[in-house]
């Protein structure tokens, strides 16, 4: 069956960086799109980054952009998302999913959820 396994989250010092991984199995990983969400306590889940099947398309939440850079290893079936400069309301769980679309952005878009890292980021 599909597996979507995320990895490489912890506790970070604010302006801190974090590289999260995801690892796909169970499903052709090339010819899905995949993104990154997140969740903070209380909050709905919200977009972050999406990369498209190629890795030559990206969108990123608007709050998101120049902090954050999604890519992805097709050979390696796994998606990156790297956080720099990050502050204390990047606290989330942060998921990965996989999406049969082009570059989505939506929830309701994604095919396939990880089960999510948790990223705690200190002041």
């Known amino acids: 069956q599909v597996q979507l396994v995320e990895s490489g989250g912890g506790l970070v010092q604010a302006g801190g960086s974090l590289r999260l991984s995801c690892a796909a199995s169970?499903?052709?990983?090339?010819?899905?799109?995949m993104g990154w969400f997140r969740q903070a306590p209380g909050k709905e889940r919200e977009f972050v980054a999406a990369?498209?099947?190629?890795?030559?398309?990206?969108n990123y939440a608007d709050s998101m952009k120049g902090r954050f850079t999604i890519s992805r290893d097709n050979a390696k079936n796994t998606v990156y998302l790297q956080g720099n400069s990050l502050k204390p309301e990047d606290t989330a769980v942060y998921y990965c999913?996989?999406?049969?679309?082009?570059?989505?952005?939506?929830?309701?878009?994604?095919?396939?959820w990880g089960q999510g890292t948790q990223v705690t980021v200190s002041s």
């Open positions: 169970g499903l052709t990983f090339s010819s899905y799109a």
């Open positions: 990369i498209s099947r190629s890795g030559n398309s990206r």
């Open positions: 999913a996989a999406s049969s679309r082009v570059v989505p952005v939506l929830k309701r878009e994604y095919d396939q």
